[in-house]
């Protein structure tokens, strides 16, 4: 089955992975009806019955219906029980190419699933097929690939893709028939359709990722990667894809390469494109409640150009998205791959003063990459590029299927913003984010983010808190480690009120991720104890890091409460209160 490698994101599951959306409508609309009617089994049983079918309109309506109902987790698991896979795998080599495309489209569905689906399309021998089924295309030489088959070749690449993010074995199986061959010759903007290019870049970008085969293969070609992230004519999104692979292959090497900045003016060129204003501007041109209506045929035009001008949106953000990944591994690239699991205490002294305290203004991001960061001003920008759709535009939106799917690509961005606004935060020097007063804004605007409660009183959006909360934390950190901030993060029990509130999320990281903010307001506390504020604060959160939070059931959160309390009273200041609030009696009682 192979090892497990890092989840990451792979290339989305279409709506319509077959293209034969005429001729199987009414099929698809009759699927929920039939599910609920006849149960998985028998829906499955009706799948197997079509793909084995002589018919090759039967095997491609069945390809359909498993790529349909692919995100169906109780059919999902069914399929995969019965083995419907190696039914399917096989039909990548049909005699009719309508077939192949079918089978390639509903394949690369089930690949978006997730960890344990892959796993199991591996379990089932889909590398085989699909790898038989690429070696058609090697040594095109100068010939192109006929347009009906670019939609089979990208999904086909795009399953791949999916399986090598997850499967050691689709990796050795890739280097050893060296497929990589075969991809490289799809980097042609000249010869070859976007869409195609991109999922070779993205494929390519997955096969460098800690390959050195890989890497190595890839070296020639760096010029080539070169000139494509410096093109004035190529897209964003292919620039920005291209500087993945481009880390990928050169890891910390990147720093010193002459391509770095030709990759950071690309990034920073891709992040200033304002995608709030461009999905806003969408939303006001889309007439509402069209989402399940019958289409006039007169209006056709009208909706085809509202389409293009929805997918060019959703390019920008997933351009974005890339870029703001790009920058965040840039930022900790030192603490990645070679140094990130050795843990020395010469390590975790490097950047602390004589006194044990970290200095605010040393940083651990590369100085070549700081000069970039500074240059372009990518702080602001991804702090713009982190602001939420108006409320009026989120309204328009939600009455279309495309306008929930830039809502929902959107908030991906936001998210991504403040992860990478988090690394940014931690790598750099407080005088290089602006200064004590710039980041206690930003702080602040964090700590709206994670306290504000939703209008209709719905559960708060886990991930778009974790992400806020772990950029806030990061910022916290950085704010605490200058006494000056003290003028700043003024903070009253009323505000930590607010923030404890968050720490009743039922996701371990956000609870840490408070820990530590708690922890850091506490020990920067300590420091000012002749304030009676100060003093007050440190009681309230020293009694709550006790009480609360070295109390919970998740271990990560409690050795996160036990490192911060004894942070806060390792100083002989703070000794007199530490008494008063009897906390050595109370640690003794959390003793098993």
Request: aromatic letters at 4%; proline letters at 3%; charged letters at 25%.
């Given at each position: 089955?192979g090892?497990?490698r890092k989840s990451?994101?792979g290339y989305?599951?279409?709506?319509d992975?077959?293209g034969?959306?005429?001729?199987?409508?009414?099929l698809?609309n009759?699927m929920?009806?039939?599910?609920g009617?006849?149960g998985?089994?028998?829906?499955?049983q009706?799948?197997?019955?079509q793909?084995q079918s002589?018919?090759?309109?039967?095997?491609?309506c069945?390809c359909?219906s498993?790529?349909?109902l692919a995100s169906?987790?109780?059919?999902?698991?069914?399929?995969?029980?019965?083995?419907?896979v190696r039914?399917?795998g096989p039909l990548?080599?049909d005699?009719d190419?309508?077939v192949?495309q079918a089978a390639a489209?509903?394949?690369?569905?089930l690949?978006?699933e997730g960890?344990?689906?892959?796993?199991?399309l591996?379990e089932?021998?889909?590398?085989?097929p699909?790898?038989t089924?690429l070696?058609?295309?090697?040594?095109l030489?100068s010939?192109?690939v006929?347009?009906k088959r670019?939609?089979?070749l990208?999904?086909?690449?795009g399953?791949l893709?999916?399986v090598?993010e997850q499967?050691?074995?689709a990796?050795?199986?890739?280097?050893r028939q060296n497929?990589l061959?075969?991809v490289?010759?799809?980097?042609?903007?000249?010869r070859?359709?976007s869409s195609?290019?991109l999922?070779?870049?993205?494929?390519?970008?997955t096969?460098?990722?800690?390959?050195?085969?890989a890497?190595?293969q890839?070296?020639p070609?760096f010029h080539?990667?070169?000139d494509?992230?410096e093109s004035?004519?190529?897209s964003h999104q292919v620039?920005?894809?291209?500087g993945v692979l481009?880390l990928?292959?050169?890891?910390?090497?990147?720093y010193?390469s002459q391509?770095?900045?030709?990759l950071?003016?690309a990034v920073?060129?891709?992040?200033?494109?304002?995608a709030?204003?461009l999905?806003?501007?969408?939303s006001?041109?889309?007439?509402?409640?069209?989402d399940?209506g019958?289409?006039e045929?007169?209006?056709?035009?009208?909706?085809?150009?509202e389409?293009?001008?929805?997918?060019?949106c959703?390019?920008?953000?997933?351009?974005?998205i890339?870029?703001?990944?790009?920058?965040a591994?840039l930022a900790c690239q030192?603490?990645?791959?070679?140094?990130s699991?050795?843990?020395?205490?010469?390590?975790?002294d490097s950047?602390e003063?004589?006194?044990?305290?970290t200095?605010?203004?040393e940083n651990?991001?590369?100085p070549m990459?700081?000069?970039?960061?500074?240059?372009?001003q990518i702080?602001e920008?991804?702090l713009?590029?982190a602001?939420?759709?108006?409320?009026?535009?989120?309204?328009?939106s939600?009455t279309t299927?495309q306008?929930?799917s830039?809502i929902?690509l959107?908030?991906?961005l936001?998210?991504h913003?403040f992860?990478?606004?988090s690394?940014?935060i931690d790598?750099?020097s407080l005088a290089q984010?602006?200064g004590?007063?710039r980041?206690?804004q930003?702080?602040?605007?964090?700590g709206?983010?994670?306290?504000?409660k939703e209008e209709d009183?719905s559960?708060?959006?886990?991930?778009?808190?974790?992400?806020?909360?772990?950029?806030?934390?990061?910022s916290t950190a950085k704010?605490?480690?200058?006494?000056k901030?003290s003028?700043?993060?003024?903070?009253?029990?009323?505000?930590?009120d607010?923030?404890?509130?968050?720490?009743?999320s039922?996701?371990?990281?956000?609870r840490?991720?408070?820990?530590?903010?708690m922890g850091?307001l506490?020990s920067l506390?300590a420091k000012n104890?002749?304030d009676?504020?100060?003093?007050?604060?440190l009681?309230l959160?020293g009694?709550?890091?006790v009480?609360?939070?070295?109390?919970?059931?998740d271990?990560r959160?409690v050795a996160e409460?036990l490192?911060k309390?004894?942070?806060?009273?390792?100083?002989?200041?703070?000794?007199?209160?530490?008494?008063?609030l009897?906390?050595?009696q109370?640690?003794r009682?959390?003793?098993?």
């Open positions: 089955m090892k497990t990451r994101k989305k599951s279409r709506d992975p077959v034969l959306d005429s001729a199987i409508e009414e698809e009759g929920d009806r039939e599910f009617q006849l998985s089994g028998s829906i499955v009706n799948i197997m019955d793909l002589v018919n090759p309109e039967d095997r491609i069945g359909h498993l790529a349909s169906k987790q109780e059919v999902r698991e069914k399929v995969l029980q019965t083995k419907v039914i399917c990548l080599l005699a190419p309508m192949v489209g509903c394949l690369h569905n690949s978006c960890g344990e689906v892959v796993e199991q591996v089932q021998d889909v590398i085989t699909l790898a089924l070696e058609q295309f090697r040594g030489g010939k192109l006929e347009e670019v939609r089979t990208v999904d086909s690449l399953l893709w999916n090598m499967s050691q074995t990796i050795d199986i890739f280097n497929m061959e075969i490289l010759q799809f980097l042609d903007t000249n070859f359709p195609l290019v999922v070779s870049l993205s494929l390519l970008a096969a460098c990722d800690n390959n050195i085969p890497q190595q890839m070296f070609h080539t990667l070169s494509m992230v004035e004519v190529i620039k920005v894809t291209t481009l990928n292959m050169l890891k910390t090497q990147i010193d391509v770095f900045p030709l950071m003016s920073s060129g891709c992040l200033q494109l304002d709030r204003k999905v806003s501007d969408w006001s041109s889309v007439p509402l409640d069209e399940d019958d289409m045929v007169e209006g056709a035009s009208d909706v085809i150009k389409d293009k001008v929805s997918d060019e959703k390019e920008v953000m997933k351009a974005q890339a870029a703001l990944e790009i920058v591994n030192d603490d990645s791959e070679d140094s699991e050795q843990f020395s205490d010469d390590d975790d950047d003063d004589e006194d044990g305290k200095n605010p203004e651990l991001a590369h990459f700081v000069e970039m960061i500074l240059k372009h702080v920008t991804i713009l590029r602001n939420d759709l108006p409320a009026n535009v989120k309204q328009l939600l299927k306008g929930r830039l929902n959107h908030k991906q936001v998210i913003s992860l990478c606004l690394n940014l790598s750099l984010l602006g004590c007063e980041l206690h930003t702080w602040a605007g964090l709206k983010i994670c306290c504000q009183d559960l708060p959006d886990l991930q778009l808190v974790e992400a806020a909360s772990s950029a806030m934390r990061s704010l605490c480690t200058d006494i901030a003028t700043f993060l003024n903070v009253t029990p009323s505000d930590l607010q923030l404890l509130a968050v720490y009743s039922p996701q371990a990281a956000i840490t991720n408070i820990v530590n903010i850091d506490a506390a104890l002749v009676q504020n100060s003093c007050k604060i009681s959160l009694v709550w890091l009480d609360s939070a070295a109390k919970e059931e271990l959160v409460a490192d309390l004894f942070d806060v009273f390792g100083e002989d200041d703070s000794d007199q209160i530490f008494a008063d009897k906390l050595l109370k640690l009682k959390i003793l098993p």
